[in-house]
């Protein structure tokens, strides 16, 4: 083989290859003849696309290429022809660009949407001009193009979105930030003032005054434990709260709470059940974990019935603790056993001995345990009542800690 | 009559909390900023500064870190008071100043009170 040859081959190659790209990335384009016996010497007062059908004698594809087929979704040039028309939806536009080139003999040039004969819309670039006896159009496919800007255009669109929404998140968490501090600075002085009153700092009340002094008291607690919470569901959802991690006794931790709940299970003579295993000192946020114990007591009080049982137990399971508190009284249906745990979700008790509460318990729980790397969940039991169990693992070593708080 | 110098930057904060505590019989200065309680410690000696964490310009750790810096208080009794619950990080900061306790506010009073005799005796 000589060097001519080898030349020769490699041409031919590049030629194969520059076909192909032709057929894939090459526009379909289509010029086609629409001949008029004559040119009317009057034409019709309006001049629609069905005005111009009456005019045109014959349709001629005059030039195609590989691409055309495909671009109007056609077997053949010949059914293109035939079926020339359907490409035009009578709109306003083709049939203004048509009348034009009918009206004046020189360019025009549109972009319009035509509807190819089997499937998609195709985008065209026409270009069109009369002579005397024809219309001649020349259209190229830029559907490619189209889609093209027109996902581009998308992207705009969902960047600015996507900004939009960034800035909005920006501002409602300064919001929350600012709130955090602001809704909780006038507590301390109201809260220190109420109980001064209470503790006759200020000088001794009578009866009507203590009970009034009383009632105070208990809306105001009420008050701050749903701002503390709402700040905290609101930390707990973007990530904002922070463990403070030391190696506690969980027993005592949950001592700690029964003590506090003393008072309204003796009031409501409800029964409580304490089977706390001997456990492994473990790594915990003890004031966190406080405040699931206490929000599970709470919750628990709050549909046990009078005279009903609360059982508290923890015990070692391989790696994990499992505490579980469990209450008598009505059980849950399984569609809100896992709903319990969202936010501002609250169950209708039949019996409602304490109504109110922010719903946001359960769901500050589950972020608490998450964060210590442990599961919470609920089971309603058969025979009635319900059962919230969390795991909190012994190795805390890969815990997840909250970004820092700042300030 | 233990003398406690009592910091903080809310207005309404500050004058409840000194009069809860004059009615146990502290003396009480208040201050509502980190540079008058600086301008207060070269004057006079407190057997307790109650201090607020967060607060503008000089902030409670910065004073903190002021009275930790000065050979002279070394030895001077610091108890935090704050609004936000200390994360671990910040925990650890503290523990640097070496304070003698901290409290998130609000509190209990009855529970500030009993601190407040173990730390200062009476």
Redesign the interface.
């Known amino acids: 083989m000589n060097m001519k040859e080898k030349m020769r081959k490699n041409e031919k190659k590049i030629d194969l290859e520059q076909r192909y790209d032709l057929l894939h990335a090459h526009p379909g384009i289509l010029q086609v003849e629409l001949g008029l016996d004559k040119f009317p010497k009057k034409l019709p007062k309006k001049l629609t696309l069905a005005a111009i059908r009456r005019i045109v004698k014959t349709i001629t594809v005059v030039d195609a290429n590989s691409a055309t087929l495909r671009a109007f979704a056609t077997f053949s040039i010949m059914e293109l022809e035939k079926n020339f028309y359907r490409l035009f939806s009578p709109s306003k536009k083709t049939e203004g660009f048509l009348r034009a080139i009918v009206h004046h003999s020189r360019l025009f040039r549109l972009e319009i949407a035509l509807q190819s004969l089997r499937g998609p819309i195709v985008h065209v670039l026409v270009c069109g001009y009369r002579t005397e006896n024809k219309l001649l159009l020349i259209m190229v496919d830029i559907t490619a193009q189209k889609r093209e800007e027109e996902l581009d255009a998308f992207d705009r669109r969902q960047r600015l979105v996507l900004e939009s929404l960034e800035e909005k998140e920006a501002v409602a968490r300064q919001l929350l930030r600012i709130m955090s501090h602001e809704l909780k600075t006038p507590l301390t002085p109201i809260q220190v003032r109420l109980q001064m009153l209470r503790d006759g700092n200020l000088g001794s009340l009578n009866k009507k005054q203590q009970i009034s002094v009383l009632s105070v008291i208990k809306n105001f607690d009420r008050f701050a434990t749903l701002i503390t919470n709402i700040v905290d569901a609101s930390k707990l959802s973007r990530g904002a709260l922070q463990l403070a991690l030391e190696y506690e006794h969980l027993e005592v931790t949950i001592q700690q709470v029964i003590t506090f709940v003393g008072p309204t299970l003796r009031k409501n003579r409800i029964k409580l059940i304490l089977r706390l295993a001997k456990l492994p000192l473990l790594q915990f946020d003890a004031d966190r974990l406080q405040q699931v114990f206490f929000n599970l007591l709470d919750n628990a009080l709050s549909f046990t019935p009078k005279g009903g049982t609360i059982t508290v137990t923890a015990k070692k399971m391989k790696n994990n603790i499992l505490v579980c508190v469990q209450n008598t009284g009505e059980s849950l249906h399984v569609d809100e056993l896992e709903r319990i745990f969202r936010p501002f979700y609250q169950v209708v008790a039949t019996d409602t001995r304490k109504k109110g509460g922010t719903g946001l318990g359960l769901a500050i729980c589950r972020g608490i345990v998450m964060q210590h790397g442990g599961k919470i969940w609920a089971e309603g039991l058969q025979r009635g009542g319900v059962k919230i169990l969390f795991t909190l693992p012994c190795n805390t070593k890969k815990l997840r800690i909250g970004r820092r708080e700042k300030k | 009559m233990k003398k406690i110098l009592l910091v903080d930057d809310?207005p309404?904060?500050l004058?409840?909390?000194a009069?809860?505590l004059q009615?146990?019989n502290y003396d009480v200065t208040a201050v509502n900023s980190a540079k008058k309680a600086v301008a207060a410690l070269k004057k006079g000696t407190f057997d307790l500064v109650l201090l607020d964490i967060?607060m503008p310009v000089m902030t409670g750790r910065g004073l903190a870190q002021y009275i930790r810096d000065n050979p002279g208080l070394k030895e001077q009794k610091i108890v935090f008071l704050t609004?936000?619950?200390?994360?671990?990080?910040?925990?650890l900061i503290i523990k640097e100043l070496n304070p003698i306790d901290y409290i998130t506010?609000?509190?209990?009073?009855?529970d500030l009170r009993k601190r407040l005799k173990k730390i200062l005796g009476g």
Not at chain 2, 86 to 91: C, N, Q
């Open positions: 809310e309404e904060v004058a409840a909390e009069e809860l009615s146990w967060l609004v936000v619950q200390l994360g671990e990080a910040g925990k506010k609000p509190f209990d009073n009855n």
